[in-house]
């Protein structure tokens, strides 16, 4: 293990406390009395307080010194002062414990008493302190110059998120969307039990993975030696519970794509499903806007939200559109009773990529995405789906060809889908053949399998229903201005993370390493000598080191020479 100098000298003072008699690591319950946060709410002079949380900033002058005490509520300002911790003749507490032998990064408890400061600061006079964890290494520390220029902030998304611990203790303003986030389920669960819905569980590992066109992630279960799916959706699984009797049942449900990440995709995320029977989608769009109005005033005290250079107003009611006429309205082009021929020269004529192996349906979902969804940032109802997009949805009641289905679009995205459902046996075997159809043409989303239990449950008859998706993580993206799905997840899923075999670095073979990670394209050779600020020697002979040990690699490409790490 190959550890920094400020690593080691956190380890020698370990040791030096160890010899002390002193515990860096105790196991004992330290009971607290206040927050930081109770303390700023209800203040009183000279109250006695006892805190714990972590030491993030201090300033020694001597027999004292103010710090900075940050738990989870916030951070307040402590006061040490040696002849108040040390009142005997014995100053080994102040002298050594806490001048010496903690560092910034600590956990300790507090016990002292409140006051304020002449510059008004309320602080804790510290009467007494108890290291309970020793931190082995520094956190990050932002520095700002006299220009005000803040340095060495902890800001590499990718840093972030694969220490996320370090990244809520740091910037604790991350903190604030998760906070958000709970409330969201908070609110969402209230709406739902208030309406007189029960909350269920479904399998995550599934024999067959339906409810959704999506490629799936494959186990296998050795005691049963079959193949188990982790679930794309936990649709089908909730449709039998409205045959067996509930009325509304809804799910939070952790879904799993075997599919490609971006910034508003994770292979795993968070969906909420719920089937209300003896309604239709009309209905559930009415239920829709109350819900999402509902919930953003719960997470932001308001109905509106701000994402980017968009206000969004999530007050109820919400516009409405069909998606042919959305179709026709952006493009010009009227997809009713249309070919599969046709609608694929249609959409390679506007430059949209398709092939040969998709279906109708993914054809007009093409043309949709491509040319329509950008332009709906007001929650809009996109309604009417073609048959041959909603494999689970009940036939329009009069209009031949479409579905009762709607999604709704925020921003240019979806963030909920709904059906009438689709409640008759025999068309729902049918929708699976054409689905397995598709499949076996090569379109790895379609459906390649027939749930054959569920389609029992339907022959023993499910009432008429209908049910509503919203993916989680986008939604709170929108409700907390986040544009990537990775700032809504505490751990997202990451690329293995790259590791430096253990040699010893110089500095100047740092700064390169350093450069090279903060991108995952190659740089050009000049710009990361450029960046280094290395002189020509300086530079061969770090850049010698680093390709020597397979660190970094440098080729040509074209008349480009490149960059980047091994």
Request: aromatic fraction near 10%.
């Amino acid at each position: 293990m190959q550890l920094s100098e400020q690593e080691i000298i956190r380890r020698e003072k370990l040791n030096k406390l160890v010899e002390m008699g002193i515990n860096a690591f105790p196991a004992e319950e330290y009971t607290i009395t206040d927050t930081t946060e109770s303390i700023k709410q209800d203040f009183s002079e000279s109250k006695q307080v006892k805190i714990a949380g972590r030491l993030m900033s201090r300033r020694i002058q001597g027999k004292a010194s103010f710090a900075e005490l940050q738990d989870s509520t916030g951070k307040i300002q402590v006061y040490f002062n040696r002849d108040e911790i040390c009142t005997g003749e014995d100053k080994t507490l102040y002298n050594d414990v806490y001048k010496h032998l903690l560092d910034i990064g600590d956990i300790i408890g507090v016990e002292g008493m409140l006051f304020t400061t002449q510059v008004g600061e309320k602080t804790v006079l510290v009467k007494n302190f108890t290291l309970l964890t020793k931190a082995l290494r520094p956190l990050p520390q932002a520095k700002t110059d006299e220009n005000g220029v803040v340095h060495d902030a902890f800001n590499d998304p990718e840093m972030r998120y694969r220490q996320r611990y370090v990244d809520l203790t740091v910037n604790p303003q991350v903190k604030d969307i998760f906070v958000k986030r709970t409330k969201l389920f908070t609110a969402m669960r209230t709406f739902f039990n208030d309406a007189g819905y029960f909350e269920v569980e479904t399998p995550i590992l599934q024999s067959i993975p339906g409810g959704a066109a999506a490629r799936p992630f494959i186990t296998h279960h050795n005691a049963l030696d079959i193949p188990l799916y982790l679930r794309i959706a936990n649709e089908l699984y909730l449709k039998r519970l409205i045959v067996g009797g509930f009325d509304g049942v809804y799910e939070f449900s952790k879904n799993f794509r075997n599919e490609g990440m971006d910034r508003t995709h994770n292979p795993e995320f968070t969906a909420m499903e719920i089937y209300v029977a003896y309604k239709d989608y009309n209905w559930m769009m009415d239920f829709t806007e109350k819900l999402l109005e509902f919930c953003a005033t719960s997470v932001n005290g308001s109905s509106e939200s701000t994402f980017g250079e968009y206000t969004i107003n999530w007050k109820a009611p919400y516009p409405r559109i069909s998606m042919t006429e959305a179709i026709q309205k952006y493009t010009g082009f009227d997809i009713t009773g249309k070919s599969e021929q046709e609608l694929f020269d249609f959409a390679k004529s506007i430059g949209i990529d398709v092939n040969e192996t998709m279906g109708k349906g993914k054809l007009i979902d093409e043309i949709f995405g491509e040319k329509c969804e950008g332009n709906f940032i007001q929650p809009t109802f996109i309604t009417d789906y073609p048959i041959e997009m909603s494999p689970l949805t009940k036939k329009h009641r009069s209009k031949e060809g479409l579905t009762e289905r709607f999604e709704l679009m925020v921003c240019g995205k979806e963030i909920a889908n709904a059906y009438s459902e689709l409640n008759d046996p025999i068309d729902q075997r049918e929708r699976f053949e054409d689905q397995l159809k598709l499949a076996e043409k090569g379109d790895d989303e379609a459906t390649g399998f027939i749930d054959e239990d569920f389609l029992r449950a339907l022959e023993y008859g499910m009432p008429p229903t209908s049910g509503l998706g919203i993916g989680m993580d986008r939604l709170i993206m929108f409700l907390t201005n986040n544009p990537s799905i990775q700032e809504v997840l505490f751990f997202p899923q990451m690329r293995p993370e790259k590791t430096v075999p253990q040699i010893e670095l110089g500095e100047d073979e740092k700064v390169i390493l350093e450069i090279l990670n903060s991108q995952e394209e190659a740089f050009s050779l000049a710009e990361v000598k450029e960046r280094s600020q290395l002189s020509g020697k300086k530079w061969d002979k770090a850049s010698k080191v680093l390709t020597k040990h397979n660190l970094v690699k440098v080729e040509k490409i074209d008349e480009n020479v490149l960059m980047k790490l091994a």
